[in-house]
């Protein structure tokens, strides 16, 4: 087995990201699965970044712990993550930069001074090439074959060709030449171990999937950690033929959404916690009304403004409680972008088939952070319906009729003899308002009751229509892990790290966060020996959920909410603890 | 919804269809309303244009006037307060060949509404804009509205206002409206006048109708503008002159002009919307079936 992590280091503005991207590209161009995690800050000059590459020849969930390579460009970067190198790792930095004495080289690594700016002055004036000599160096370290380094950077540079790519190139070679030499001994490269894998964030899977599923419209505000779906289809939409707009609040983007579906097109909005506040009320109206609806809402540390370049779980209240008054809805917790694709996918057929929201539940963890996903496990569904297919019924058209699973005939503007009025306000089969005139008069008191037992209903349908809970590992396992959403990636490392360890652990899963599948949950938990709740917020908002729906206490907890993903490591080391506490 | 991925052709084209009028609710305003005048131009407008009634999407927020929808036979989205312009846009770009009207109240538009006003406008999106303005909020029972003149005592303001009001002439010019009008509800015909040219106007059409309330607007009366109102091409006004569309919106208190302040023609967000130029995009084919290298960028 392979495993290798590379982490580059510096202040923001560096480019950072872009070296961190180009080292994990590479290894998915092995066919190797790779993790990329990318940690930055709220600001668009200085402070500490940094991107890590995990690579391995076994499915990678997280960005692990610890790394083999560190590529400083700043002392704080040495200072930082100095201690995460493992025994036999590389510290590579630029002398000419800043000096480390040898006493603060981390026990079991190496120093490779790689004069990179001097690499860089061969070439140009410009500085930023220097990255591409540290770029050659740490990949050299890494055991990434030259050619594959130099194919991935060459790349990136688009279309751009001439001298800018080729000092590049020279100056990777450099960087490689030069750490080769002081590495004292031979780094075996990695073999290619299949077919080149794609490398995606969870928000490009997000964004494909969208297109993929036939969404024609997406209104989005800027917010981190949600606004580089924006970014995808804005790029590419002529090309998939999705009108994007950013509109001037999450307030119009919300409602740009709904009346686009209202007008015939599958629709989308996205956002994080504090634009998802503002449209609360809108998504309500989408609930009352019964336009299908997709909602991404991709969590990031709060409250209010909270850490905006860090993860976290904590708007599962808020996403299941949004909104006033009561009315159906589901949300997709994906944990992996393959998973974010696939749930994508999902969450425009079920807004559709229901014609209610779906929230698809994300967060920085799985937004921004790259994963490699098989060519093959995404597959484009061959045929998207038109949505005219409504068939008219002329004077007796009830756009809210009463039917078996709460689900009505949907007609589109523009269809003849199907006129209706779409109201927020509570209203009868046709569409007519039962809330003024009509409101308190016994006849209508029992309509609304009516009314409200047929959306409702709908609930029952998407607990049919979703994902149920299920248990990854065996039944037996000593310990079962009860996690959602993107923490699910890191527990999945932490079992691999606690089978090393000769414990067998497994993990119940739950795609869908709702409507809750209370009944398999309890089966599957029934039969754990013991069960720890692993989530990314203070008061355990899913095991609070498990608690409302089934009465049952998951006994253990681990909570984070420091802004930072959970490292599998930690998670092992409360397993442990568990495990050799006793107690169920 | 399973079905058949070809699009049909809007179904009843070429064919006689109905036309846009009352539907089979009766307006619920209070008898008098300033509302009634502005209904009955909407559908005198549509009418006229001899659109089928099933072309036409009427879109309102919440308040008295934004009922109005249910009292037309066209689709209509009664949506939530503030929004009916994002809603309206919403609708027009998802079929750009429908005829969308917004309307709403003054506090719908120019309070809780107010920043998707202005940002409707800087998009010249084609849709018509209808507010019925009567300077008070009348579902709620009489507070002060965006509108409301300086020192009007109200539920909310019991010893007078005391903010400026927002002039929504004035702030539409600012906005890049590319037809700006106002109408009042004592003169249906010249009021049918204006929404219909801004239906048929390219562009954002904003026809602002002081509609009085009868029930908590003892100031703002009919009476009141009747008194006041000058229609604005019989003095002259040229409306292709846009340092005379301001000056003319300034004026407010014994004289009120009602007319066409402002047009121009420039190009619209549909038009500069590249996707859009395949067609309303309800009609476009959707999904990425046979498109995979689109997944080539990730390798």
Same mark, same amino acid.
């Given at each position: 087995m392979v495993e290798v992590a590379v982490r580059v280091g510096g202040a923001a503005g560096d480019g950072i990201a872009s070296v961190g991207e180009i080292v994990a590209k590479s290894f998915a161009r092995l066919g190797l699965h790779v993790f990329g995690h990318n940690a930055y800050q709220s600001?668009?000059?200085?402070g500490h970044v940094w991107f890590q590459g995990r690579a391995s020849t076994e499915r990678v969930y997280?960005?692990?712990?610890?790394?083999?390579v560190v590529y400083a460009l700043n002392p704080e970067t040495a200072e930082i993550h100095g201690p995460s190198i493992k025994q036999g790792g590389f510290l590579v930095y630029d002398p000419e930069k800043f000096t480390i004495p040898d006493d603060r080289i981390p026990v079991g690594a190496t120093a490779i001074k790689v004069p990179t700016l001097a690499i860089a002055r061969k070439f140009t004036s410009q500085s930023i090439l220097q990255n591409a000599a540290g770029l050659g160096a740490a990949s050299y370290l890494a055991g990434l074959p030259l050619e594959t380094i130099q194919g991935a950077l060459a790349d990136s540079f688009g279309k751009k060709k001439g001298e800018i790519v080729e000092w590049n190139i020279g100056a990777s070679a450099e960087g490689y030449r030069v750490a080769r030499e002081a590495a004292g001994r031979e780094i075996p490269a990695i073999a290619p171990a299949g077919p080149p894998k794609l490398l995606m964030t969870g928000n490009q899977a997000i964004a494909v999937g969208a297109a993929a599923a036939g969404c024609k419209f997406l209104a989005q505000y800027p917010? =981190?950690?949600?606004s580089t779906i924006m970014h995808w289809l804005a790029a590419h939409s002529r090309e998939v033929g999705v009108v994007v707009k950013q509109a001037e609040d999450e307030l119009a983007a919300i409602n740009m959404a709904i009346g686009a579906s209202f007008g015939g097109v599958r629709s989308m909005t996205a956002t994080s916690g504090g634009g998802f506040s503002l449209m609360v009320e809108a998504l309500g109206m989408a609930g009352m009304s019964e336009i299908p609806l997709v909602v991404v809402e991709s969590q990031r540390s709060? @409250?209010? =403004?909270?850490? @905006? =370049?860090k993860t976290e779980q904590g708007d599962l209240n808020l996403m299941l409680g949004a909104g006033q008054g009561e009315f159906p809805r589901a949300i997709l917790a994906p944990s992996h972008p393959v998973e974010a694709y696939r749930a994508t996918l999902r969450a425009f057929e079920l807004a559709e088939e229901w014609q209610t929201p779906i929230l698809l539940a994300s967060d920085l963890h799985l937004s921004e952070n790259f994963a490699t996903v098989d060519r093959g496990e995404i597959t484009f569904p061959t045929e998207v319906s038109s949505l005219f297919t409504v068939t008219p019924n002329g004077h007796d058209y009830l756009r809210y009729a009463y039917t078996a699973n709460g689900v009505s005939p949907r007609s589109l503007p523009g269809q003849a003899g199907l006129q209706y009025v779409s109201g927020s306000d509570e209203h009868d089969e046709k569409g007519?308002?039962?809330?003024? =005139?009509?409101?308190?008069v016994p006849l209508w008191v029992a309509e609304r009751t009516k009314m409200m037992n047929k959306r409702m209903h709908k609930l029952d349908g998407l607990r049919g229509a979703t994902a149920p809970p299920y248990l990854e590992g065996p039944a037996d396992a000593e310990l079962t892990f009860v996690t959602w959403g993107s923490t699910l990636g890191a527990v999945r490392d932490a079992v691999k790290l606690l089978a090393a360890r000769s414990h067998v652990t497994s993990i119940l899963v739950s795609p869908t966060v709702y409507p809750f599948h209370g009944a398999e949950f309890l089966a599957l938990a029934a039969g754990a020996k013991k069960l720890l709740l692993v989530e990314a917020n203070y008061s355990g908002q899913f095991g609070r959920l498990i608690r409302a729906e089934t009465g049952f206490d998951v006994p253990h907890k681990l909570m984070k909410f420091d802004g930072e993903p959970f490292y599998p490591m930690e998670i092992l080391q409360k397993a442990l603890g568990v495990l050799i506490d006793g107690g169920k | 919804m399973a079905g058949s991925s070809t699009a049909a052709a809007p179904a009843g084209v070429g064919t006689l269809l109905p036309l846009v009028g009352k539907s089979d609710t009766k307006p619920t305003w209070c008898p008098g309303c300033g509302d009634y005048s502005v209904v009955a131009a909407v559908e005198m407008a549509l009418k006229k244009l001899k659109i089928p009634s099933h072309e036409v999407v009427i879109v309102s927020g919440i308040g008295c006037s934004s009922n109005l929808p249910h009292f037309v036979n066209s689709y209509g989205f009664h949506g939530i307060h503030g929004r009916a312009l994002p809603i309206a846009e919403g609708v027009r770009w998802a079929n750009h060949g429908l005829t969308v009207i917004a309307t709403g109240g003054d506090g719908d538009g120019f309070g809780i509404g107010c920043g998707h006003f202005v940002h409707a406008m800087r998009r010249n999106v084609d849709l018509t804009y209808v507010t019925m303005n009567n300077q008070i909020y009348g579902l709620t029972t009489g507070q002060a509205s965006p509108t409301s003149m300086m020192g009007q005592k109200t539920k909310s303001t019991p010893t007078g206002v005391i903010e400026n009001p927002i002039d929504p002439i004035a702030l539409a010019l600012a906005s890049g409206a590319t037809y700006v009008a106002r109408g009042f509800s004592g003169d249906v015909k010249q009021m049918a006048e204006l929404i219909q040219n801004g239906i048929t106007h390219k562009g954002f059409a904003f026809v602002d109708t002081m509609s009085p309330c009868v029930t908590y607007n003892k100031i703002n009366t009919f009476d009141w503008f009747r008194q006041r109102v000058y229609k604005l091409d019989a003095a002259g006004h040229d409306p292709t002159d846009i340092v005379a569309a301001w000056s003319r919106s300034l004026e407010w208190g014994d004289k009120i002009p009602t007319g066409l302040f402002y047009r121009t023609e420039k190009p619209t967000y549909e038009d500069l919307e590249e996707v859009l130029a395949a067609g309303p995009l309800a009609r476009q084919p959707a999904g990425l079936s046979g498109r995979e290298s689109i997944l080539d960028e990730f390798l």
């Open positions: 600001v668009i000059r200085g997280s960005q692990g712990d610890g790394c083999d917010m =981190t950690p949600a709060g @409250p209010s =403004t909270g850490l @905006p =370049t007519h308002l039962i809330s003024d =005139t009509k409101s308190g | -």
